[in-house]
């Protein structure tokens, strides 16, 4: 299995502009978590899906977020417009019911100059 | 206070001692808790995870939990300059795991 699968890996942009982050779930998991890591905050769920719908989207920090998964093997999460504190790796990650992800993609580090 | 929370080190350790990864956590009905190891520059992989009060042990790995103190804690016996990472506790909270900020231990040879 190719496991979690995410690009880009690495993201430079100017503050502003829309980014797109992707990713394809481990085939037959159901469940997929979007996450930020920084080192002042550590590792914070943006938002999970259970069968291709949104459960609980709290930790998204506000408006300029968004996440959709259009079908099992694919999601994305795009900011808009982008901010300098946006400046994070994000993670994905997929696993099968709703127990806790244990399989992470190799993450996209997003930097917002 | 933070709903999970650890010493970020860096915890070191020689090579062959008993490394002691420590994590508190806030919500007394927490039922589940993981380890998560991150090499630098990594994703997070799960490494342990314990349900009971009491020890559970993987090879070189134990988790401890003490429900009533609200602690989490990992044993790493023989420490390895392999193990040299960060370690995050995590915490169940309903359907979403809750991490503290992580321990980076370094086992030096």
């Known amino acids: 299995d190719a496991g979690v699968i995410q690009s880009p890996r690495h993201e430079v942009t100017e503050m502003g502009q829309e980014v797109t982050l992707r990713c394809k779930p481990i085939?037959?998991?159901?469940?997929l978590f979007w996450y930020r890591q920084t080192m002042m905050r550590g590792l914070e769920l943006l938002i999970y899906?259970?069968?291709?719908?949104?459960?609980?989207d709290s930790g998204m920090p506000e408006d300029r977020f968004s996440a959709k998964m259009p079908n099992a093997s694919f999601s994305t999460l795009k900011i808009q417009p982008s901010e300098p504190r946006d400046s994070a790796v994000y993670f994905c990650?997929?696993?099968?019911?709703?127990?806790?992800?244990?399989?992470f993609g190799p993450g996209t580090r997003l930097t917002v100059l | 206070q933070k709903e999970v929370e650890q010493n970020s080190g860096p915890l070191s350790v020689p090579e062959g001692a008993i490394a002691s990864l420590n994590c508190t956590y806030s919500d007394r009905g927490s039922q589940s808790f993981f380890w998560y190891r991150q090499y630098s520059g990594k994703s997070p992989e799960l490494i342990m995870f314990?349900?009971?009060?009491g020890d559970k042990e993987d090879g070189r790995f134990t988790a401890q939990l003490n429900k009533a103190s609200q602690y989490v804690s990992l044993l790493i016996r023989d420490s390895q300059p392999s193990d040299s990472a960060t370690y995050l506790c995590?915490?169940?909270?309903?359907?979403?795991?809750?991490f503290g900020t992580g321990t980076r231990l370094q086992v030096f040879p």
């Open positions: 314990i349900y009971s009060n």
């Open positions: 990650a997929s696993n099968l019911g709703r127990d806790p992800p244990q399989y």
């Open positions: 899906f259970n069968n291709n719908v949104p459960i609980d």
């Open positions: 995590a915490v169940k909270r309903g359907d979403k795991l809750i």
């Open positions: 085939s037959g998991h159901n469940s």
